[in-house]
């Protein structure tokens, strides 16, 4: 899918969507605070559209005016939606003065960071989170668009993937690297926390080919380190690649079931050096105000949020398994690096 806005101009508000389906025609829906007031069928003509090979018919763009939506113009904030993907295609908030540059914060953690996304998240016009949930052709388009501005872009992509897209539309890259024991050790109790989900027939489609993985994991005492070092020789393939040196399979890979190999730690060492903000969980500080300065964002940048206490313990029992210390090589390495090349550089 592609899509773009022509002009917002108070009164009247012009765009384009070109569906996956290039017989199809899409329809766009306005929200106003949060509430749907108006949907649109996008079946103006583009002529350029057709010729292009975007849609067979051309039948993408759409208007909104005051005829369909009267008081238009007096509506300070709204968001237009595509109806069938539910991708946000415009955001009006009058008044509000927005970063003009565009930031793909790239997450290597199973979580997301909410304390730097929800401190960004005002500064942008529009926002993007988990977009590897993305289809691949919307992803791509707005990545790579290098005219639009004011985006702020959030999730866990595979790097050598996108890394011409997001290039080519002039992102500013950002990746803030863990201590690998305790992504680990998050990423475990990540599975175990959704055991609930296995035997739920309504549910457990959610966990894919992880299912087994999480079967497993609600099985092992994560507190004996005997059933731990068993969990390490017993792991389903899906376990395995969930928990092997996963920042270098962001950092060097461009498929989820790609396997890892010693070169590929290379490749992540050159990709890591061609992102534009690279920090470390340690210096938690020093990376939020790295990206705030960047981004010419006048504003205090935000504290980390804190790591539970459990998951910080399993870390330390972690480092004294070897099946553990050999599952997170290249991830170690890599992190040690960073770590020591920001405490060289930041003065606080």
Known sequence: MKFGIDADQGHVISGYVAPDNQLAV??????????????????????????????ATGLCRFVIDEHNLPGLSEIRNLDIHDVDTNVLIHR??????????????????INEDPAL?????PHFEMSYFNINKFPEDILAHILGNPYIKSRLFAGSLLIPRYEGEYDFGNCI?????????????????????RAALVDDE?????????????RFAAE??????????????????????????????????????????????????????RIGIVGHRNYYEAFAATVFDRLEIVAPPPSPSPIPAEILAFAERLRGIKAAVDFLVFDEVISRSVQDAVARNWAG
């Not at 108006?38 to 849609?55: F, M, N, P």
């Not at 890259?173 to 926390?193: K, Q």
């Not at 005492?221 to 399979?249: C, G, W």
């Open 117 to 121: 996304q929800d401190s960004l998240y």
């Open 26 to 55: 899409s329809r766009v829906r306005v929200s106003v605070e949060g509430r749907s007031v108006l949907e649109v069928s996008a079946t103006g003509v583009d002529e350029g559209i057709r010729a292009s090979g975007w849609h």
């Open 92 to 109: 009006r908030a009058v008044g509000s003065e927005f970063c003009d540059k565009k930031l793909l914060l790239i997450n290597a953690s």
């Open 202 to 214: 309504a549910q457990s489609w959610r966990l894919g080919d992880l299912i087994e993985a999480v």
């Open 220 to 273: 092992t005492d994560y507190d004996d380190i005997k059933s731990v070092k068993h969990f390490f020789r017993m792991l389903p393939q899906e376990a395995y690649r969930l928990l092997f040196n996963p920042l270098t399979r962001v950092l060097a890979t461009r498929l989820p079931d790609d396997r890892i190999f010693p070169a590929n730690s290379i490749i992540a060492v050159e990709v890591l050096a």
């Open 173 to 193: 890259s950002a990746l803030l690297v863990e201590d690998p024991f305790v992504e680990m050790a998050r990423r475990m109790f990540w599975l175990r926390s």
